[in-house]
């Protein structure tokens, strides 16, 4: 359990948030909302023990796991599967007394830590990072590659899974998607849903936290609330929440205009004076309602492009990739006007390739790629964060697209994008990554192109910017062709999908859900043993085999059948008695026997859940070490 109690912290004299005051219950998945810089890192750095509150208290249950990503990966020699199990603390522990016994030849001490290797699942610790590394698109060839030898993204995948590895009470991810693909992210959605623990999760992705969490806690205006059911829920109770305090704010606003109305009246009157005074210092001690604030910081659009010759772009079997290294062979498309194509596919099947090669900064190794003449291309790609000119300010980047604007529509153009003030003076090089992704498209929107190729544009973005992305590309009348791993985007913008996957780019038919079932399929695909050399079987006695396979393996499915159905129901349960927790009136001297009766109910559902979590991770290891059997 972690206690939050009457909480504040500060960033220098800065106040992030102040007297908050929630519970995060063991179990629970709590998802951290609000604005860049509102206080969520610093918020899990108090959890970790790195800060501690400038006033009111927080606590936990002692002796607590607690897992987070590394944000540095030292550049070791050590192989990745090493790195990743390093995450395992108690088990690298036991495995060096474990050397210390077999030094000592010490016979029955080696005994026992070989007993314990095996309750932990110490002996399939190897399996389970590697299924970890294949789950986060680290092929097996990968997996005895120096550390060093993977790039800054990719190491950022390895510390994801060293913390995943961790067998943790509690697990602290911090927009753990940013350096992921779409196949990833459904991955990890899908490992984080099964995740035993208490997950404490910032991100920007709305689907990624729709599916996963329970609970969000929404830091905004100095105040951190807790509620309960994911984002959408979120979203809805927010919204409702903001229309009752509107209301409120114009009904006091009647009531002080009347009664100032009347002050202004009278107070010069003498008969009069006294009550005049008396309205006055209701005034004064009126408790005034904050008028409810829901404007996003940014508001853009894309201008209707001058030029939208038809087909803008097109590509005529074309064979894309490196040196000798074809990745997608014979590739054809054509991009008309109004065009709004999603590019799915494996991480490394040549999806930015292909971004690239319509962006002409790749050369196709054959074929064609006719452009048409008044072609305008807006291209985003993380690199081109790093080509902005770190020691100049939004604004002069801004001048450089059209010397002959003023400043001041520079400036009304810029604070659209949140720049505003001193901001658009200042220089690039301080700006945090989102910052820069911001300044990116919002140059990337002045030259107003008529095709754009959007390369993961939301990486680092949050969900204001991300939204009002969205709306722009939904408005924008050009051609679109874009790559991301935030489905919503996906899903809001483009109404055409092709699939880049084996070599080839083709159309697919399906929606997001459809492509997830495509992954599966290729995972059991990759998966299946390749029997070439063995003896043919007959049709008949290959279902006689895969029945008594079924038969052997149904107990174990059945048992992780019952402890989920149970998991779930003692959740829900669970959820209940917090909503009877946090109703005010249950604190009252009438209700103290109900509120005994809850609490004891509470220690019993607990305990309940505990159990049956225990038995569902024991039946899925259970069936883990049977599937890995089946494959050696």
Not at 265 to 288: G, H, N
Request: aromatic share 6%; charged share 25%; glycine share 6%.
């Amino acid at each position: 359990m972690l206690n939050f109690k009457d909480l504040t912290l500060r960033r220098g004299a800065r106040v992030l948030f102040a007297n908050a005051s929630f519970i995060i219950h063991k179990g629970q998945k709590v998802g951290f909302t609000g604005a860049n810089g509102a206080g969520k890192s610093s918020l899990f750095a108090l959890v970790r023990g790195e800060l501690h509150p400038d006033e009111g208290d927080f606590s936990m249950s002692p002796g607590l796991e607690i897992a987070h990503v590394a944000q540095e990966t030292p550049a070791v020699s050590s192989s990745a599967i090493d790195y990743v199990i390093d995450g395992d603390q108690p088990l690298r522990r036991l495995e060096q007394a474990l050397l210390a016994a077999e030094k000592a030849n010490d016979g029955l001490k080696q005994a026992e830590l070989h007993a314990t290797l095996d309750v932990i699942g110490g002996y399939t610790a190897k399996a389970r990072a590697s299924r970890l590394m294949n789950g986060l698109g680290f092929s097996a060839d990968q997996e005895n590659n120096a550390v060093s030898s993977f790039s800054g993204g990719w190491r950022m995948r390895l510390n994801l899974a060293q913390a995943l590895m961790c067998r943790s009470d509690v697990l602290l991810l911090d927009e753990p998607t940013n350096h992921l693909d779409l196949d990833a992210v459904i991955w990890l959605q899908d490992w984080l849903c099964k995740y035993p623990g208490t997950l404490l999760l910032i991100s920007h992705d709305r689907d990624f936290l729709d599916t996963i969490t329970d609970h969000i806690v929404h830091i905004e205006q100095n105040q951190a609330e807790i509620y309960t059911g994911n984002y959408s829920a979120f979203e809805r109770m927010r919204a409702e929440k903001l229309a009752q305090q509107q209301s409120s704010y114009l009904k006091q606003q009647r009531e002080i205009a009347h009664i100032q109305s009347f002050v202004d009246r009278f107070k010069a009157q003498a008969t009069k004076a006294r009550q005049a005074q008396s309205r006055i210092k209701a005034l004064e001690r009126m408790e005034l309602i904050a008028q409810a604030h829901v404007d996003s910081p940014f508001d853009f659009s894309f201008a209707k492009p001058q030029k939208m010759p038809n087909p803008l772009l097109t590509l005529e079997k074309a064979d894309i990739g490196y040196g000798q290294t074809v990745i997608i062979k014979q590739a054809g498309l054509s991009i008309s006007p109004g065009d709004r194509i999603g590019l799915l596919g494996p991480n490394g099947a040549g999806k930015s390739s292909l971004i690239k090669v319509l962006a002409g900064e790749m050369k196709p190794l054959s074929g064609k790629i006719l452009e048409s003449d008044a072609l305008k291309i807006g291209y985003f790609a993380q690199h081109q964060l790093e080509q902005l000119r770190v020691d100049e300010s939004p604004l002069w980047h801004c001048q450089q697209l059209d010397k002959q604007a003023s400043e001041k529509d520079l400036r009304n153009f810029l604070g659209g994008f949140d720049f505003r003030g001193d901001k658009v003076l200042e220089p690039v090089k301080p700006f945090s990554g989102g910052e820069k992704a911001r300044l990116v498209l919002a140059l990337l929107v002045y030259q107003n192109p008529n095709l754009l190729l959007l390369d993961e544009p939301t990486n680092h973005l949050d969900l204001e910017m991300r939204h009002a992305l969205s709306v722009a590309l939904q408005d924008y009348q050009g051609a679109i062709v874009v790559v991301s791993h935030d489905r919503h985007l996906l899903r809001s913008v483009t109404d055409q999908l092709v699939l880049v996957a084996g070599g080839k780019a083709q159309p697919f038919d399906g929606d997001l859900e459809d492509y997830r079932q495509w992954l599966v399929d290729q995972k059991r695909t990759e998966e299946k043993p390749q029997l070439d050399d063995a003896p043919a079987v007959s049709r008949k006695d290959q279902r006689k085999l895969e029945a008594d396979r079924r038969q052997k393996h149904k107990p174990i499915y059945d048992a992780i059948k019952k402890a989920e159905a149970e998991v779930e129901k003692y959740h829900q349960e669970q959820k209940q008695i917090e909503l009877q927790l946090a109703a005010p009136e249950i604190y009252d001297d009438s209700e103290k026997e109900r509120l005994k009766q809850i609490l004891a109910r509470k220690v019993q559902i607990d305990k309940a859940l505990e159990t049956a979590e225990s038995a569902w991770m024991e039946a899925e290891e259970k069936l883990e070490q049977i599937k890995l059997e089946m494959s050696e």
